[in-house]
């Protein structure tokens, strides 16, 4: 297990290095940001940009060098540079919105908003599923059956920018009926609050229901109709029927035998939903104003902050490859047909 | 489940559902900022209360909190630093200059024409809201820093070094300032010029030498970048910060202005998306908002909103569609004029800006505001933008031009075809594209629409990349260097081309005068040249609207300001009983 652990943690190295060159080259070809702040500056001063502000600004962002030179650098912080580059020193680089925008800093932080509002969901969405899941399949063909089959398409069909919305006016409707705004629809906790821990997490509650809500319906319709065929598949297999046999309690097979062998594949799933969720809760986060790591990720392509996007697609491809590694495991841990050399 | 319980769960997601879809009230038909048409300067005026919170969203962010700088030319953090920052002063929504009450005494004076030197007379007590007074060495750490002179500033970047470059001395008796400019300095608005930004006596207590060394200058610049300022010449300070998100304001005790404060804070947070602003706007989570753009959605959402008051007009930029005077078509200015002639700007006017703002007017005057005394419309008489398609096929057969099986060919017999771009985010753009692609069509001319990513419009621009193209440029009161900006041969910002040594030499002539009435006179004669040009065809002001909460006072937008709304800020104020 150790073997395959630290192996898996080595193949991870080139995985990511592949992600990152391809990225590199994609958002810097793509765009030319030191053009574009040319273009806004003189648009908004009214004046020509003058030629040493341009040489500094293209210094300073480091594109008066090559796209090799620049993935170099940023990789290495070796060569001529002004000490704000290099992951392996522990610089990710400058971001072209300025100088006070640390990409370090913006992406660590932003990290935890997304985890908050994503682990909430994306538990609550399992959750769900598997209850739903079972109960699908222990009365199947149902009228109960029927129903959670119904809202399990009925949500999966609902785009989530839509559900967002929509969700977003019924709080603001709410809101109006109560006479209070007990529901927030923009942000994730009070503008300005500081606090420990726990403070920050009861402040943030206004603002996690309803986004929370959204994720969890948009996420919770997969994984419920996998748990069902799951759980189907286990109570036709002959083992359960064995026990029946036997006369155990049916609680007791469903509980013991059936649920137990039926959840592996939802919780190997569980550890890839969450690592998924983190890099696409993108349109969740930009629909309810959490300004985490997809929102950040959203607004550096869009700028063509080649550096911040790189942050990002580190930061996610981690969280992906360590969910897969974990995934991976739990197949073993869980499934004792599966074993590692 | 029992079926009442079934019935409740049933109503409850029902509930939220069916809510979502009703969210419209009854239309407010009057509001206090109705009166801004006739008084722009004093409508939704009145009584504050003392004390009082207003949240303010920001449409956009920002990266650093140094103006000075290229980086921090930024229309969102000078919004965001708009209650501390030491402006000379401001344009109000009339257009009329006010001097910063809180730092000078009086208005700048002119003491002499050759070289041009001016006088500035600090008011008594006017300070960084750290117990130290505004000095000299704070005129000159500004001029240091936007000077481009690396023998003041090495490493510096400032986003505009116009007036710094000018200066040839800055010097300090008391109270008063007296800035020499170089002999080549003949700006007629020198009044407006901005003349303080950092303190310098904070840049000293950090242990920067930058009098002595320009090394050390641009490392205080740097360190203003990074730093939330702790300063304020304003009417209020910052209580808490955090870049490109938010700013907290709280009164500053030691202001000098004399303008009282009532409000006890003020939060400017960042809101990204017209709909997140309107929405947190009908959630009572925010007071008011001016964004950058408005759509017809918002103010039809708006207009069912209760408790709320909203304005829409001409705001700080102005659409245009340029022509490259380098295409091979398009050099030829009788095509040109014949193109402008064929697009017809009121109904373009009409299908587009007309739905968020009915009293639109189309812009007849490059440099001057419908409105301004200086405005005189130099386009309708030319028949350019009228979509009179037959005065353009006179043009262009008169030069040799012929239509063949409906398309166009020049005299050498070539089809003209050609591209229109625009930003793919803005619809009125693209429609713009449809209505002038069907215009041209009319003429013969295959016009092909194509988009730009909203990212690269300033590469488009910058490379020439495109044929006809749909774009803004900010419009203020201040004018006298803007035509070098748009239309000098040579100018980093003239995109199309233009190379005219008739308008190069009018151009010359604004800049060489201190009288601003004949400066005015000399950009009109201008904008006279570069509509014979037919180079830019003006379509409207953008409309912008400003959105508000009815219990507040004295905040109404200000299309002269690039605050904004805020511009007045040390007035604003809640509803008195």
Redesign the interface.
């Known amino acids: 297990m150790v073997v395959f652990i630290i192996r898996r943690i080595l193949l991870m190295i080139p995985v990511l290095l592949g992600a990152t060159i391809l990225c590199f080259v994609l958002v810097d070809v793509a765009?030319?940001?030191v053009?574009?702040?040319?273009?806004?500056?003189?648009?908004?001063?009214?004046?020509?940009?003058?030629q040493?502000?341009i040489d500094?600004?293209e210094s300073?962002l480091y594109y008066d060098r090559s796209i090799p030179e620049r993935y170099w650098i940023w990789l290495t912080g070796f060569g001529d540079t002004n000490g704000d580059i290099g992951l392996l020193q522990g610089e990710w680089g400058p971001?072209?919105?300025?100088?006070?925008?640390d990409i370090g800093y913006e992406v660590s932080t932003r990290f935890w908003i997304t985890l908050r509002l994503v682990l909430f969901a994306t538990l609550a969405s399992i959750g769900i599923a598997i209850l739903a899941g079972v109960v699908s399949a222990v009365k199947q063909y149902s009228r109960t059956d029927y129903t959670l089959t119904f809202l399990g398409f009925l949500f999966l069909a609902m785009p989530i920018f839509w559900l967002g919305?929509?969700?977003?006016?019924?709080?603001?409707?709410?809101?109006k009926?109560l006479g209070s705004?007990v529901?927030?629809?923009?942000?994730s906790g009070s503008?300005?609050f500081r606090g420990n821990g726990w403070e920050v997490f009861m402040d943030s509650l206004p603002f996690l229901i309803v986004p929370t809500l959204v994720l969890m319906l948009g996420g919770y319709a997969a994984i419920s109709r996998y748990q069902r065929a799951s759980m189907l598949e286990v109570m036709n297999s002959d083992y359960v029927r064995l026990a029946r046999a036997k006369g155990v309690r049916n609680r007791t097979v469903m509980r013991r035998h059936a649920l137990r062998t039926a959840l592996i594949p939802v919780a190997t799933f569980a550890p890839l939903a969450l690592s998924g969720a983190m890099g696409g809760a993108m349109v969740t986060e930009?629909?309810f104003?959490w300004?985490g790591l997809g929102?950040y990720s959203l607004d550096a392509i869009?700028?063509?902050d080649t550096f911040a996007v790189m942050a990002y697609v580190l930061i996610s491809g981690v969280v992906v490859l360590v969910g897969v590694l974990i995934s991976d495991i739990l197949y073993g841990v869980l499934d004792p047909r599966i074993r590692y050399e | 489940m029992k079926r009442h319980h079934k019935a409740a769960v049933a109503a409850l997601a029902c509930t939220?559902?069916v809510?979502?879809?009703?969210?419209q009230g009854e239309d407010t038909s009057s509001s206090s900022l109705d009166a801004c048409l006739t008084d722009p300067a004093g409508c939704n005026g009145g009584e504050r209360a003392d004390g009082g919170e207003i949240?303010w969203a920001l449409d956009g962010?920002?990266?650093?909190?140094n103006q000075n700088t290229?980086?921090?030319?930024?229309?969102y953090v000078s919004m965001a630093l708009v209650g501390l920052w030491p402006f000379t002063g401001q344009f109000d929504p009339n257009g009329e200059y006010i001097v910063n009450e809180g730092i000078f005494a009086r208005a700048p004076e002119l003491v002499k024409e050759d070289p041009v030197t001016v006088e500035y007379t600090l008011k008594t007590g006017a300070n960084w809201g750290d117990g130290t007074d505004i000095t000299v060495d704070d005129f000159i750490y500004h001029w240091y820093a936007t000077s481009?002179d690396?023998s003041l500033c090495e490493?510096?970047?400032?986003?505009?070094?116009?007036r710094g470059?000018q200066v040839e001395s800055i010097t300090g008796d008391g109270s008063t300032v007296t800035v020499v400019y170089k002999e080549t300095y003949h700006s007629a608005e020198w009044q407006y010029e901005e003349v303080l930004s950092e303190p310098a006596h904070v840049a000293e207590d950090q242990g920067f030498d930058w009098k002595n060394d320009p090394k050390e200058m641009a490392a205080a610049e740097?360190y203003f970048?990074?730093?939330i300022p702790s300063w304020s010449t304003g009417p209020f300070k910052i209580?808490?910060?955090?870049?490109?998100?938010?700013v907290?304001y709280v009164p500053n005790e030691d202001w000098a202005g004399e303008t009282e404060v009532t409000l006890d804070k003020i939060?400017f947070?960042v809101?990204?998306?017209l709909?997140?602003i309107t929405?947190?706007l009908?959630?009572?989570?925010i007071d008011g908002a001016s964004p950058f753009s408005v759509n017809a959605e918002t103010i039809t959402q708006l207009q069912g909103t209760e408790g709320l008051e909203y304005q829409v007009a001409g705001g700080p930029s102005w659409e245009h569609i340029d022509l490259n005077t380098q295409n091979e078509f398009l050099s030829d200015p009788v095509l040109r004029q014949a193109v402008f002639t064929a697009i017809d700007v009121e109904n373009i006017i009409s299908r587009t800006y007309a739905y968020v703002q009915s009293d639109i007017e189309r812009k007849g005057n490059h440099l001057f505001r419908n409105g301004s005394e200086y405005y005189t419309d130099y386009l309708s008489a030319t028949g350019q933008g009228t979509g009179d398609i037959e005065l353009a096929y006179d043009l262009l057969t008169e030069a040799g031009y012929e239509v063949e099986d409906g398309v166009l060919h020049t005299p050498d017999g070539e089809p003209v075809e050609l591209d229109f771009r625009y930003s793919e985010s803005k619809e009125n753009r693209r429609i713009t594209g449809e209505l002038v692609q069907a215009n041209l069509a009319d003429l013969g001319i295959n016009v092909e629409l194509k988009s730009i990513p909203?990212?690269?419009?300033?590469?488009v621009?910058?490379?020439g990349d495109f044929d006809m193209i749909d774009f803004?440029?900010?419009s203020?009161p201040?004018f006298v260097?803007?035509a070098?900006?748009y239309w000098e041969t040579g100018?980093?910002?003239n995109f199309g081309g233009l190379s005219d040594p008739a308008l190069d030499a009018l151009i010359a002539e604004v800049n060489g005068t201190l009288d601003l009435d004949e400066a005015a006179v000399r950009a009109n004669a201008a904008v006279q040249q570069v509509v014979q040009d037919a180079y830019s065809l003006p379509i409207v002001d953008t409309p912008v609207a400003v959105m508000v909460s009815d219990r507040l006072v004295n905040v109404r937008d200000n299309w002269a300001s690039?605050q904004r709304a805020a511009y007045n800020i040390a007035e604003w104020g809640v509803e008195g009983e």
Not at chain 1, 95 to 101: K, L, N
Not at chain 2, 239 to 246: I, L, Q
Not at chain 2, 282 to 285: D, F, M, T
């Open positions: 765009n030319d940001p053009q574009d702040k040319i273009f806004e500056i003189s648009q908004s001063t009214g004046e020509p940009v003058p040493s502000t500094a600004l300073s971001s072209i919105e300025g100088s006070a925008m919305s929509l969700f977003k006016e019924g709080a603001v409707q709410l809101n009926i705004t529901f927030q629809t923009y942000g503008t300005g930009s629909i104003g300004r929102v869009n700028a063509g | 939220a559902l809510l979502a879809g009703c969210g949240t962010s920002w990266g650093t909190w290229s980086e921090g030319n930024n229309a481009g690396a490493g510096c970047d400032p986003a505009n070094i116009t470059s740097d970048s990074e730093t209580a808490d910060a955090k870049v490109g998100e938010h907290i939060t947070r809101i990204d998306g709909d997140n929405t947190a009908r959630n009572g989570e909203d990212a690269d419009l300033g590469t621009l910058g490379e803004g440029w900010s203020d201040v260097s803007i070098s900006q100018s980093g910002s690039q």
